[in-house]
């Protein structure tokens, strides 16, 4: 329990501090023979607050609860 309580809050810390996690990704562009021409296209997954909040609440508590148990 503490570590999916501790995955959530890290998630909800992103989602909170950048709203979305972007990433690049690579693609052809034209394929000629043996010239072969690709471009990077940055791509943003984007993460309301509402969501990286509720992570965060209930990685507190996942983590709160799990340490109760002990």
């Known amino acids: 329990m503490k570590i999916t309580g501790l995955v959530l809050i890290v ?5 909170l501090a950048l709203g979305g ?3 690049t ?3 052809k562009v034209v394929d000629i023979g043996p010239i ?5 296209r940055r791509e943003t997954i984007p993460l309301p607050p509402v969501l990286g ?4 609440v209930g990685g507190v508590a996942l983590m709160i609860a799990g340490s109760r148990k002990r």
Do not use: N, P, Q
């Not at 998630?11 to 989602?15: H, L, M, P, R, S």
């Open 36 to 40: 072969e021409a690709t471009a990077e």
């Open 53 to 56: 909040g509720l992570a965060l």
């Open 21 to 23: 996690i972007s990433y």
């Open 25 to 27: 990704k690579k693609e």
């Open 11 to 15: 998630i909800g810390i992103v989602a």
